[in-house]
């Protein structure tokens, strides 16, 4: 049996839109058998306040499962894509584990033509630019992502 590859998944999830397309992205690459850390559901019960809220908690958290993971997946929307985003590129390039970005906005506002800082865009191993007539077929992104994937083996 193959193990399944752990991918983290690096994103905002400050808005509404954002938690329920990480959650949407996360199942539809479940179902090509990746392992998927996202760790907005280990917030959540301290979000709902079900658990205290214990920024310290989250850190270690997410620092320990980028080390567990095989993979990085960045999402880098955003005129400036999310701070803790951007770190934990920098901590998983660091760590020598490929990172795969992702950006869906249409807009251009960096140094780099993928839209994004090129200090971010070159730390991916693998960079996905998702085009306008494909911003709302997540099948269509997963797959490619998917793909983006296999290649890193």
């Known amino acids: ?3 399944k590859r752990r991918i983290y998944f ?9 938690w329920l397309w990480n959650l949407q992205l996360a199942e539809k690459l479940r179902a090509f058998n990746f ?23 989250l850190f270690a958290a997410n620092v320990q499962e980028i080390d567990q993971a095989d993979i990085v997946l960045a999402i880098l929307d955003q005129a400036d894509p999310d701070s803790g985003t951007c770190w934990e590129c920098g901590y ?7 990172i795969i970005g992702l950006r869906t906005d249409i807009r251009n506002s960096a140094d780099d033509p993928s839209g994004v800082n090129l200090m971010l865009f070159h730390c991916c191993a693998k960079f996905l630019l998702v085009p306008l007539e494909k911003r709302s077929d997540i099948d269509w992104v997963a797959l490619r992502l998917s793909e983006l994937v296999d290649q890193l083996q």
């Open 1 to 3: 049996m193959v193990n």
């Open 10 to 18: 690096a994103a905002p999830l400050f808005t509404q839109a954002e």
């Open 35 to 57: 392992d998927i850390i996202l760790p907005q559901l280990r917030a959540e019960p301290m979000l709902l306040k079900k658990e205290s809220f214990d920024p310290l908690i």
């Open 92 to 98: 998983a390039y660091k760590a020598g584990k490929p």
